[in-house]
């Protein structure tokens, strides 16, 4: 049984799903939730809620944000090519100081910006919206999976499946993501936040404003429930 949730940033969102399935006692199947202002994250929050406040051997909030969406993003001083060669240049010396970024080759980020094939899916998306009349109704996608490249495991390949953006007139621009498996105690929230800060960099390099983030999640879990209700409720407090 599916359940939406409406959420006005994304600790709200995270919050709200993760206090359900605290008190629910079981996974939940097909969790959808509309973040309506996913740009809108408080300074203190990645460090305020990291999952290292309940587990201290967890990994950072702030790690989750930086594999699918860079610091270097919002460095406005740069061109899009500076910051894209910026982030890969972050991931390839962090691999050599021996950390493990995700559990496969490659980033989200990497997926969207350097695919093996060479390909950039997120400049492709931003050259064609500048080069379309914002009239057309027009909904962009770029995968972050490929059947050669990942093959089908009961777990640890990329949760993330795909990103859609979703250009109306006069309207502002929408994201859609999909995520096969997620994690309400280490992922979810840094993905919400990453994927605000992914919409926001799209948005500005199009000349739109950022709209709604709606997530679908095809199997939501939660470990150590007690200790996250706790964060949960004060973060819905």
Same mark, same amino acid.
């Given at each position: 049984m599916g359940i939406i949730f409406d959420a006005k940033t994304p600790l709200e969102a995270w919050a709200t799903v993760a206090a359900q399935l605290?008190?629910?006692?079981?996974?939940?199947?097909?969790? $959808?939730? %509309? /973040?309506?202002?996913?740009? +809108?994250?408080?300074?203190?929050?990645?460090?305020?809620?990291?999952?290292?406040?309940?587990?201290?051997?967890?990994?950072?909030?702030?790690?989750?944000?930086?594999?699918?969406?860079?610091?270097t993003l919002k460095d406005t001083g740069k061109t899009r090519k500076e910051r894209y060669e910026a982030a890969w240049a972050w991931y390839d010396k962090s691999r050599q100081r021996g950390l493990r970024l995700s559990n496969w080759k490659s980033t989200y980020f990497e997926r969207l910006t350097r695919w093996e094939s060479g390909?950039?899916? $997120?400049? %492709? /998306?931003?050259?064609?919206? +500048?080069?379309?009349?914002?009239?057309?109704?027009?909904?962009?996608?770029?995968?972050?999976?490929?059947?050669?490249?990942d093959h089908l495991t009961p777990q640890g390949n990329p949760c993330l499946q795909y990103v859609q953006f979703l250009q109306r007139k006069n309207q502002p621009l929408d994201m859609f993501a999909l995520y096969r498996n997620h994690d309400f105690l280490e992922k979810a929230l840094g993905n919400y936040i990453g994927l605000g800060r992914l919409l926001q960099f799209v948005a500005a390099e199009t000349n739109q404003t950022p709209g709604k983030l709606s997530c679908l999640s095809v199997h939501a879990y939660l470990k150590q429930k007690q200790k996250v209700l706790k964060l949960a409720t004060q973060a819905l407090s």
């Open positions: 605290a008190t629910g006692g079981q996974d939940i199947d097909q969790v $959808l939730t %509309t /973040i309506d202002e996913p740009t +809108n994250v408080e300074s203190d929050t990645l460090s305020k809620y990291c999952p290292r406040k309940v587990k201290a051997d967890l990994g950072s909030l702030r790690s989750v944000v930086r594999v699918l969406a860079p610091d390909t950039n899916q $997120l400049e %492709t /998306i931003i050259a064609k919206m +500048n080069a379309w009349p914002y009239e057309r109704v027009a909904a962009f996608y770029a995968h972050t999976t490929h059947m050669d490249l």
